[in-house]
């Protein structure tokens, strides 16, 4: 290595392996190398870097994280995907089918990474009038309870118009099931996406393949988008049961009301939640996605 300039901030756009691609406050990006003890810098660090006199640079510190996304790998270990993230932008469309129980994943992760979430309901042209209407309707407990939708599709210009201000200033991510039209959305949402990569490409002399990973790239209206390729099989892995329920956002004022105090809020006498449930105070459907994850959390648990 060559003499150390001063120390300098940046954030990291992409990270492959042990090559980064760090933007600095100008918004050049710069080819570097991590130090070996400073953990696992992702997409959306904020970083401490300093210039080599070869023109790259190395990463010496990672500042805290505001919030992080994770999900877990094959063996069950949390790997954090993206950093610094303010909204999480869930796609779902008419095709295919969209279960609420996909959808209630991602809500619960935006609930305990504390950001926003916002749904976006895509491909809206797909369905005629009727079918339009009864597709809304199926999903207004999620604005009910503070999640708004959008309707959007890309044969309509004018519904995306609400999308871009959304996004406009933040650090967002968009996640959702193949086939929700994720691509061609992003490409409206950047249309320089092509010469950020390249830039990237440049910079990283990684080639093309810098896309292979979570990457943040900058939208015309600021802010930034995060795509990754790693959010579509998107699963909790082994959430206690307790961070579970905090993740249902409604079910807030009936926590810790039920007889008993270990509640599983399935059967038990005197359960607070499902009371609520048959007064149409929550959702059903939400109370059965909760179900559903309780299951799946429990088994990647043991």
Same mark, same amino acid.
């Given at each position: 290595?060559?003499?150390?300039?001063?120390?300098?901030?940046?954030?990291? #756009?992409?990270?492959?392996?042990?090559?980064?691609?760090?933007?600095?406050?100008?918004?050049?990006?710069?080819?570097?190398?991590? $130090?070996?003890?400073?953990?696992?810098?992702?997409?959306?660090?904020?970083?401490?870097?300093?210039?080599?006199?070869?023109?790259?640079g190395v990463v010496t510190a990672v500042q805290p994280r505001i919030t992080v996304l994770s999900?877990?790998?094959?063996?069950? &270990?949390?790997?954090?995907?993206?950093?610094?993230?303010?909204?999480? #932008?869930?796609?779902?469309?008419?095709?295919?089918?969209?279960? /609420?129980?996909?959808?209630?994943?991602?809500?619960?992760?935006?609930?305990?990474? /504390?950001?926003?979430?916002?749904? #976006?309901?895509?491909?809206?042209?797909?369905?005629?009038?009727?079918?339009?209407?009864?597709?809304?309707?199926?999903?207004?407990?999620?604005?009910?309870?503070?999640?708004?939708?959008?309707?959007?599709?890309?044969?309509?210009?004018?519904?995306?118009?609400?999308?871009?201000?959304?996004?406009?200033?933040?650090?967002?991510?968009?996640? /959702?099931?193949?086939?929700?039209?994720?691509?061609?959305? #992003?490409?409206?949402?950047?249309?320089? $996406?092509?010469?950020?990569?390249?830039?990237?490409?440049?910079?990283?002399?990684?080639? $093309?393949? @810098?896309?292979?990973?979570? @990457?943040?790239?900058?939208?015309?209206?600021?802010?930034?988008?995060?795509?990754?390729? /790693?959010?579509?099989?998107?699963?909790?892995?082994?959430?206690? $049961?307790?961070?579970?329920?905090?993740?249902?956002?409604?079910?807030?004022?009936?926590?810790?009301?039920?007889?008993?105090?270990?509640? &599983?809020?399935?059967?038990?006498?005197?359960?607070?939640?499902?009371?609520?449930?048959?007064?149409?105070?929550?959702?059903?459907?939400?109370?059965?996605?909760?179900?559903?994850?309780?299951?799946?959390?429990?088994?990647?648990?043991?």
């Amino acid at each position: 290595t060559g003499a150390l300039s001063e120390p300098e901030q940046g954030i990291v #756009v992409v990270r492959h392996g042990a090559n980064l691609a760090v933007e600095d406050a100008r918004g050049a990006v710069h080819h570097c190398l991590a $130090r070996r003890n400073i953990g696992h810098p992702v997409c959306g660090d904020r970083v401490v870097w300093q210039r080599i006199d070869t023109g790259d640079g190395v990463v010496t510190a990672v500042q805290p994280r505001i919030t992080v996304l994770s999900r877990p790998d094959y063996s069950g &270990r949390d790997k954090p995907l993206a950093a610094n993230l303010t909204r999480l #932008v869930v796609l779902i469309a008419p095709e295919p089918e969209p279960g /609420g129980y996909l959808i209630d994943q991602y809500l619960v992760a935006a609930e305990l990474m /504390g950001i926003p979430a916002l749904l #976006v309901a895509n491909k809206m042209d797909l369905l005629d009038a009727r079918g339009e209407s009864e597709f809304q309707e199926r999903f207004q407990h999620y604005p009910a309870i503070g999640y708004p939708i959008l309707w959007t599709s890309l044969r309509r210009p004018e519904t995306l118009p609400p999308l871009i201000a959304a996004l406009s200033g933040e650090t967002s991510i968009l996640v /959702g099931q193949s086939g929700v039209g994720k691509s061609s959305l #992003v490409k409206l949402l950047l249309p320089d $996406r092509e010469v950020q990569i390249g830039r990237l490409s440049a910079a990283t002399g990684l080639g $093309r393949h @810098t896309t292979s990973a979570a @990457t943040c790239y900058r939208l015309p209206s600021g802010g930034s988008l995060v795509d990754s390729p /790693g959010v579509r099989s998107f699963r909790l892995g082994g959430l206690e $049961r307790d961070a579970l329920e905090r993740g249902f956002r409604e079910f807030g004022p009936y926590r810790g009301e039920c007889r008993y105090r270990d509640c &599983r809020h399935d059967q038990e006498p005197g359960c607070a939640l499902r009371a609520a449930a048959e007064r149409g105070e929550i959702s059903a459907v939400r109370l059965a996605s909760f179900h559903q994850l309780a299951l799946e959390c429990a088994r990647a648990q043991s």
